[in-house]
């Protein structure tokens, strides 16, 4: 099964994707995890995407949708894009892709959560540079308070665009660029609804529901 998860910034993709990958074998692209790879090694893509990340501002589409391109020349079944696409503009470069590849995307799940959870996840959020897992000062901190439970790196840290005013124009970018794709998935019959709040248990429950997997 192909699918693609989108939401606001905050709503669980990265962790839903990875609790996927462990229980479903399925391949994860996240789009933000390659912007954030390219910036750590210093490429010439990670040089012109960093502003924009930092900023909490879109990468420009010629930029992504040639990263994405390449990410997913060699596609198997069984994926999820995490963070692709986020305009309609993607959305539309990703079905050539996919129809290049003789690809079917099979579910758009969208997750659900309020302004207020979303504000609260993303400003205590904090990310291990070495590996990317996702932390929470309060609802989850690493298990010893240093190390980092799935690597053991000890560099975890706020990412630039957790930063109130980077929060505040994702929150917009978001609301003027990625949610209008509900409708377009809609239309098409292959938006899942689900609702991201509460535990991560909760919520990977409710989308193993929705996928009927
Ligand atoms: P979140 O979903 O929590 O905002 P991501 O890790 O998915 O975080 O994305 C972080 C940043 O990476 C975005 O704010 C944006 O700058 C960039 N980015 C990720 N995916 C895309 C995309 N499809 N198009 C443009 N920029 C993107
Ligand atoms: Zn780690």
Known sequence: MNILLFGPPGAGKGTQSSLLVERKKMRHIS??????????????????????????????????????????????????????PRNLAQADALDMILD??????????????????????????????TCGASYHVKNKPPKDGVHCDTCGGTDIYQRADDAPEAIRTRMQVYEASTRPLKEYYEKRGELRLVDGSGSEHDVYRRIEKALGC
Do not use: H, W
């Open 31 to 84: 789009t933000g995890d390659l912007f954030r790879a390219a910036i750590k090694n210093q490429t010439p893509l990670g040089k012109e995407a960093k502003g924009y990340l930092d900023a909490g501002r879109l990468v420009p589409d010629s930029v992504t949708i040639g990263m994405v391109q390449e990410a997913l020349n060699e596609l198997r079944d069984d994926f999820i894009l995490d963070g692709f």
């Open 100 to 129: 290049e590849q003789k690809l079917k995307l099979d579910n758009a799940v969208f997750l659900e959560v309020s302004t207020d959870e979303l504000v609260e996840r993303l400003s205590g959020r904090r990310t291990c540079r």
